[in-house]
């Protein structure tokens, strides 16, 4: 093989992985992103049960049941339009607390029932997510 | 006083970038002056000497909490412990920032003071491409992120420091990481300068490689550290979570273990010469791409301080101008970087270049996964995360390709090989690699395939790395092949603790009222009380637990985890108790109390989980030991050069 061949090949051959790097990431990413909804895109849009998807709004007050075994949680999340439900296991963060943000990490295991896996509250004000800070966009598209 | 004078030694340091700059360039430009050349050298020390000087009299402004400087006030408090006053210096945006510079800053003096391999012009020309670099950081310092600035009237008391910061590895984790970071800083000046002499080649490779090495060492140890810290202070149970953040410092990683395998080619064969120079950018890009991930604000993070567009599109702007003008300088000369040596498909160099390619695609793919949901939101306005199930499905299968590779290139021959030979050669790690599959099928059934895999090719390849010491004299060994050979390991090792960890993890997540006795995997944990507890800047409840192993006898393993409570700035935060045993941690978080007297308890019993980080501190420490056999040789060769002339 000539020196110039075996340049071209190398050449050609980080081109393939590279694209085959944008390929994979594409495709896997159709399934795996969750996308962030409030409850009001929740009840216009649907969610299609078992999808993983990040829920936010307010945690609605008088909303926080505890279940008998202690460590499971039920309430309410609510961006003033719309409710949902969400049962949680585990331990709560700290800032969790009716009438303050959250964004649950989950999915939908009924139309209007969400199990989350992982719950984020808001921090404290310097440590603010940015999600936070904006009113989450209402008006997902398809 | 002492604010001033640090931002007045910034200023001077920004100034002798300039001029650094400026005489590296006239003297090397056709028609210069070549004189001036030699005056690059002493100024590029002279910078580190004043950005170092910034550093430590910030720190100082820290350690007196001198609330006048705004810094301090929004970042410290009288009340804290010494260290976290000292390390909390880069606690914080601005101060982070000038940790970089200075790192930068003290970097361009050691390629200043000890590189004694490269040529004269290619030297100089380094150290003008490192003194850009460096001003531009410290136009974003100066301009946008002063860490002098003064308050008046002066606060009487600050605000204190995140308590999540308030830890051992606050010390450890940023120092490291920015060494890694900026050390790849190093690379790329290196590359820019032999574009600019048109002087790509094996010498140049030699002399750059113990800079990478040297980067790479600190970038390893500061993943590792930091992946054991949030593993720890999370409470989480979690050791990696695929966050922006940790991406970023993979990013770099990645592409600096990729450009240590290629200019080791370099070095050795003289092959890979123009794709070594693009490495050395992109591993430099990522620094960047890391380093405006975190401290844009555009990321939700611990680590992301402040939310500051300017900022962002500061560091955006200097990222492209960098990249975009290496990118150009590569695109114009890369067409005199002469062809390199050639060799087989099946050979040493072939095997790197799987590596290489193995690597650069699993950066890829990071870096889709880490940019993607920044891009939806800019372009869309839409909000999507993408985590754990991305990344383990799309990186996990190639990293278990790569460490297939990792087994047989080292005992492949460079530039023709026998493929049936290697195989003959690995054919010991092979059987042991097919016997703890049988072993982990009768063992364990019903495996996820992904942690079964990583175990069993966590084993065989184990065994093979050790093969480059099979059958030769081991006294004769230079040190290097030993530390290649023990980073291998290293890998084999943290491979075994991540499978062991998602294969058999046990947890248990209960409600417990003090007396009960709760279980975990193999352990029995007794819940025997509550006290309250005071440190230096926060009060705590702490839970007593008592740990008994089925089957054992002996003293019960004690674990303390708290709920503390931090006064500046007000915060609760979870302190996990971990028991390191043998054989794995045994991992106890303390939750809150319920309205019927109940605790809430997490815990975790986690295989091996330790080896993780083992095996990350054994790849480091390979690095050190082939960096330390390489120096070794060449002051050898140096000196019977000057005994020869």
């Known amino acids: 093989m000539k020196a110039k061949h075996q340049r071209l090949t190398l050449a050609l051959l980080a081109l393939a992985a590279m694209l085959g790097a944008v390929l994979l990431a594409m495709s896997a990413l159709k399934d795996q992103a969750a996308y962030f909804y409030v409850p009001a895109d929740v009840k216009r849009l649907g969610v299609p049960l078992g999808k993983p998807v990040r829920l936010g709004g307010m945690v609605a007050d008088h909303s926080i049941v505890k279940a008998a075994d202690g460590v499971t949680i039920n309430f309410i999340v609510t961006d003033g339009v719309a409710n949902i439900k969400v049962r949680y296991t585990g331990i709560t963060p700290d800032l969790f607390r009716e009438k303050s943000g959250v964004i649950a990490e989950g999915s939908f295991t009924a139309p209007d029932q969400f199990v989350a896996s992982t719950i984020l509250a808001k921090h404290d004000e310097k440590y603010m997510p940015p999600q936070m800070v904006q009113k989450p966009k209402i008006g997902r598209v398809e | ?645």
């Open chain 2, 1 to 645: 006083m002492i604010a001033e004078a640090g931002l007045a030694a910034l200023w001077l340091a920004a100034a002798l970038a300039v001029l650094q700059f400026v005489l590296a360039f006239f003297g090397l430009v056709e028609g210069g002056a070549p004189e001036l050349t030699r005056a690059v050298r002493p100024v590029a020390v002279v910078q580190a000497v004043l950005v170092a000087l910034a550093l430590a009299l910030l720190i100082l402004c820290f350690l007196n909490s001198d609330m006048s400087v705004k810094l301090v006030y929004t970042d410290s408090h009288s009340a804290k412990p010494f260290i976290y006053k000292f390390a909390g210096t880069w606690g914080n945006h601005e101060g982070s920032m000038l940790l970089w510079v200075a790192i930068l800053g003290v970097a361009g003096a050691a390629v200043a003071l000890f590189e004694r391999s490269l040529d004269h012009a290619t030297h100089i020309a380094t150290l003008g491409a490192q003194a850009v670099i460096s001003f531009g950081f410290y136009a974003f310092l100066l301009f946008s992120s002063n860490p002098f600035a003064r308050l008046d009237p002066a606060p009487p008391e600050g605000q204190g420091l995140n308590p999540l910061l308030q830890d051992p590895g606050l010390a450890f984790h940023p120092p490291t990481l920015y060494i890694g970071y900026v050390g790849m800083s190093v690379a790329f000046s290196f590359a820019v300068g032999a574009l600019v002499t048109r002087k790509v080649d094996p010498a140049f490779a030699r002399a750059m490689r113990p800079w990478v090495l040297g980067a790479w060492i600190f970038l390893t140890l500061g993943i590792t550290a930091g992946s054991y810290w949030a593993y720890y202070v999370l409470g989480w149970g979690g050791w990696w979570f695929w966050d922006p953040v940790e991406n970023a410092s993979l990013m770099p990683w990645l592409a600096a273990t990729a450009l240590l395998h290629s200019v080791t080619v370099l070095a050795t064969r003289d092959g890979l010469r123009a794709w070594t120079v693009m490495l050395a950018v992109v591993a430099f890009s990522m620094s960047m791409v890391g380093t405006f991930l975190v401290r844009s604000g555009i990321l939700t993070s611990v680590h992301a301080f402040a939310v500051d567009p300017q900022r962002g599109n500061f560091i955006l702007a200097l990222l492209v101008i960098y990249i975009g003008g290496a990118l150009a300088l590569f695109a114009v000369r890369v067409g005199s970087v002469r062809e390199g040596a050639r060799f087989d498909a099946v050979s040493r160099e072939g095997a790197l270049v799987l590596n290489n390619l193995l690597l650069s695609t699993i950066l890829g793919i990071v870096l889709i996964g880490t940019l993607y949901p920044l891009i939806v939101e800019a372009v869309t306005g839409e909000k999507l995360s993408v985590g754990p199930p991305f990344f383990n499905a799309t990186a996990g299968p190639l990293a278990l390709l790569l460490v297939v590779v990792m087994a047989a290139g080292p005992v492949m021959r460079w530039r023709r090989e026998n493929g049936l030979a290697v195989l003959r050669r690995l054919a010991v790690p092979i059987a042991i690699g097919v016997v703890a599959l049988v072993a982990v099928l009768v063992a364990a059934p019903g495996l996820h395939p992904l942690p079964l895999l990583g175990l069993v090719l966590a084993i065989g390849v184990g065994a093979a790395s050790l093969a480059p010491l099979w059958g030769r004299n081991l006294r004769r060994t230079p040190l290097f092949t030993y530390g290649m050979v023990l980073a291998h390991l290293g890998c084999a090792v943290s491979l075994a603790g991540m499978a062991c960890d998602s294969a058999f993890l046990k947890e248990t997540l209960v409600a417990a009222k003090i007396g009960e006795t709760e279980h975990v995997g193999p352990f029995a944990v007794k819940f025997e009380g509550i006290d309250p507890i005071a440190g230096p800047n926060w009060t705590a409840l702490e839970a007593t637990m008592t740990a008994t192993r089925l089957g054992w006898s002996g003293d019960p393993l004690i674990l303390s985890p708290q709920a503390r409570m931090y006064s500046a700035p007000a915060t609760e935060t979870s302190q996990s108790a971990i028991a390191t045993l043998w054989d794995g941690h045994l991992y106890l978080v303390l939750g809150k109390q319920q309205d019927d007297g109940r605790w809430q308890l997490r815990m975790w019993w986690k295989p091996f989980v330790t080896l993780i980080w083992a095996g990350g501190a054994m790849i480091a420490m390979g690095g050190a030991l082939a960096l330390l056999g390489r120096t070794w040789r060449s002051l050898i060769m140096a000196r019977r050069k000057d005994a020869g002339a």
